[in-house]
């Protein structure tokens, strides 16, 4: 490690020469990634799942094996990793993974990493009275988080993918066929909801871009595509255009939910609203903001 390790008076690690043991890397780890500032985790945490990673072990196996020591090469990959999280990269990205609803997913720089609060979207979706069978199309899917996490608890779910990027769709179809998904997760690369056909849909789901293009949390979300996360000049551009174009994709009863930023509640329903859709309503986080909106398909 560079610096903040703990040193010996000659101001060399206690293990130099050679590369630290399990518990000391961790130790040292975590000192230095208290410097994030930017950390969502603790830094506790996220010097588990550098080093763990590195080791291609699970966190658990960690406090058991404290004594075991590392190889050169892990050591210097551990401080090029903890040198890229102190600029403020992802820890997904640093790991290639991330944990969303039940499953883990391979996550890189051509998809968004998939929030927490997106769960609430799949949870919302999955408690709808919808046919058994139901036709579903993700709109903006990335790493294919949600259309995954759906066709995992719906086994008799068909789920189209649709994304316009297609270094984010190949995300999507390689976490597809890691899960043994990909027979009943379709990926297509499209303009939201061109795809699909007139009337074809009992459920359109969408967690599209929704900042705005001066949005002040754009800096710190600067490893994240733009194109995952700006709208346009209000950030309601592509929430609007997906409420319009997927009134005609919806079967008679088939519901369209879309996430949307903390503030964009009032605004995605009265849009909802105005484009005739029934029974509209949101959806709040644990912190009591809206962050989803759906309306069941306008009366023709
Ligand atoms: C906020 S990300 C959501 C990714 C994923 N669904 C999730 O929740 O983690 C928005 C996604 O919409 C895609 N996208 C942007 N404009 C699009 C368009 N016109 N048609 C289809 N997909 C689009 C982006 O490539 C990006 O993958």
Known sequence: MPCKTPTSPNNSPPWAPDPPRVG?????????????????????????????????????????HAETPLSVAQ???LAALASRRLTGEPLAYLTGQTGFHALTLAVGPASLIPRPETELLVETALALAVPAAARVADLGTGSGAIALALAAERPHWQVVAVDRSAAALAVARANAEHLGLAGRVHCVQADWCAPLAPAGCDLIVANPPYLAADDPHLPTLRHEPRSALVAGPTGLEDLARIIHEAAASLAP?????????????QAVQDLLTAAGYRTVTGRQDFAGHDRIGLGQRPHP
């Open 75 to 77: 050591w210097d990959q």
């Open 253 to 265: 009863e088939g519901w369209l939910l879309l996430e949307h930023g903390w503030d964009q509640g």
């Open 24 to 64: 000391q890397a961790l130790r040292a780890l975590r000192a230095r990634l208290r410097e994030n500032p930017d950390s969502a985790d603790p830094a506790a945490q996220e010097a588990e799942w550098l080093l763990a990673h590195v080791l291609g072990w699970p966190r658990s196996r960690l406090w058991s």
